[in-house]
């Protein structure tokens, strides 16, 4: 945990902040197991005040959310119950905050979605009542956050609910973390297979994949509005590493570091994954890989990073690359002379093509300030096709 600390201070809320609201919530399960339901849809009433879109207020009805139905699914629980397990869970949170060095500003944002949970649990109607006064598409939402709640919540309340929708549990999954397009509409899509759930309501849509290879290959199609991104299969237990996964994969989506024209698996950007978890990392490759770059106008500069890219990417074809590009190979054969000139031995080092990928990835997902890339301090200007 000691690694959440320095994104805390930074950053005034993110997903490793979520992953504190479900560990403070474990330690209280393992403190008071007679109260884990409540606090689980406590817990995750929380973190959806705390991820919501900071445009939007509260959110409109409480009790169309999962962690409502939660709540109000124990016909013992009273309202003083549940602002009892409430303070609980936030002195839990903020002892374990303070510990991880979050700043005031987390704090406070803390807080505040606290006291919007505590509003709107306290619009909860807590007298006992059917399943069936929930819709089924309810019920699929709500146990769609029991998955990714694990281990707070308990096996067999999943397999109850799962049993009563008619969803078979599978034995691995992949969750899917989305995102709308730029200007592309955010309305859920029709024709979802029946064995994905979806919650679209959510501040992050989420989809679980109960058979990844299959269900995977079904959403090229019916998600061309979304950014998607596949996190890696896992046993159903764990699924929330799936989600983290999932959601790293689609920060890269969105920062366009990766392209976002088709779905995204995450094992088939596994060594993107790896080099951009560190942004200070990436950032000192680019300055000392792409020097050269960095001396040109920022037009030739990109276009021949482009072609490197995908130089690189299609291990050295000139024919291949001139292709993915929809250029002329004579064009690409110009500019890989260039390239030659201003990289020299450098292009041909099995040892750097990681690292000049990476760097190029960054490049070009990034607009230079002022219209032209940093110089980086001590680099000679050198024109290419020349050797000085």
């Not at 700043?103 to 007298?127: E, I, N, P």
């Not at 598409?137 to 609910?161: C, F, S």
């Not at 061309?224 to 046993?235: D, L, N, S, Y």
């Not at 995204?264 to 978890?277: D, I």
Request: aromatic content about 4%; some cysteine.
């Amino acid at each position: 945990m000691a690694q959440l600390a320095q994104p805390l201070v930074d950053r005034p809320i993110d997903h490793e902040l979520e992953h504190v609201v479900w560990q403070s919530a474990l330690d209280l399960r393992n403190d008071r197991p007679e109260d884990h339901q409540v606090i689980v849809g406590i817990a995750d009433l929380l973190i959806r005040n705390l991820t919501r879109p900071q445009s939007t207020g509260p959110l409109e009805d409480p009790l169309t959310s999962a962690s409502a139905d939660l709540v109000r699914a124990l016909p013992t629980t009273s309202q003083s119950h549940l602002r009892q397990c409430g303070r609980l869970l936030l002195q839990r949170l903020m002892t374990r905050l303070t510990a991880l060095g979050a700043g005031a500003r987390v704090l406070a944002h803390v807080a505040d979605a606290y006291f919007s949970c505590y509003d709107q649990l306290a619009r909860v109607r807590v007298t006992p009542y059917g399943e069936d006064e929930i819709s089924a598409g309810e019920r699929r939402r709500r146990l769609l956050t029991m998955i990714i709640g694990q281990p707070l919540v308990a096996p067999d309340d999943i397999d109850a609910l799962a049993t009563a929708l008619g969803w078979p549990v599978p034995d691995t999954l992949a969750m899917v973390a989305l995102a709308p397009r730029p200007d592309a509409p955010a309305d859920p899509p029709f024709g979802l297979p029946a064995d994905i759930l979806a919650d679209f309501r959510r501040g992050d849509p989420l989809l679980v994949l109960p058979h990844p290879d299959i269900c995977g290959s079904r959403l090229d199609g019916l998600l061309r509005h979304w950014r998607v991104a596949i996190g890696p299969a896992v046993p159903f237990e764990r699924a929330a590493v799936s989600l983290r996964r999932a959601r790293d994969l689609l920060g890269l989506l969105q920062t366009n570091v990766i392209d976002d024209t088709a779905v995204a698996r995450y094992t088939e950007h596994l060594a993107t994954l790896l080099v951009f978890r560190d942004p200070e990392l990436v950032e000192t490759i680019v300055q000392v890989r792409l020097a050269p770059l960095a001396t040109l106008p920022k037009a030739t500069a990109d276009r021949l990073a482009e072609t490197l890219l995908a130089w690189i990417q299609h291990a050295g074809s000139v024919p291949a690359t001139a292709q993915s590009l929809h250029l002329h190979p004579q064009t690409v054969r110009y500019r890989m002379r260039q390239l030659e000139a201003l990289f020299r031995d450098a292009l041909h080092d099995p040892r750097q093509r990681l690292e000049l990928e990476a760097a190029l990835r960054r490049w070009l997902s990034t607009p230079a300030p002022a219209g032209r890339r940093p110089v980086p301090k001590g680099h000679r200007p050198r024109r290419p096709g020349t050797g000085t």
